[in-house]
Nanobody, 115 residues
């Protein structure tokens, strides 16, 4: 079964940087496209970055130019490098493994951008 565990969230000042890590169970990264979602308080959960099996990368406009998604299959890890963080980036961030018939989620990690 697929297991996803996010880490790396925390409190950061506006303009600061933070990198999130998603550790996946063996084989996940070579089976599924991987995504980062976030849920901002009062808003629905939405996808902000994705990387496919062929390493095609997409970003939501809200994070384009500031966030970078990458993966390391050997470490079963997906990363989200976040730069120039804004208060509006405060959210619970989730790792997601997307297949044709199912989707798997981590527990989420909280990112708070505040002075």
């Amino acid at each position: 079964q697929v297991h996803l565990v996010e880490s790396g969230g925390g409190l950061v000042q506006p303009g600061g940087n933070l990198t999130l890590t998603c550790i996946a169970s063996e084989g996940t990264l070579t089976t599924y496209a991987m995504y980062w979602y976030r849920q901002i308080p009062g808003k629905k959960r939405s996808s902000i970055a994705g990387i496919t099996l062929t390493n095609r990368i997409t970003y939501d406009d809200s994070v384009k130019g500031r966030f970078t998604i990458s993966k390391d299959n050997a470490r079963n890890a997906v990363y989200l490098q976040m730069s120039n963080l804004k208060p509006d980036d405060s959210a619970v961030y989730y790792c997601n493994a997307g297949g044709t018939t199912s989707r798997y989620w981590g527990q989420g990690t909280q990112v708070t951008v505040s002075s």
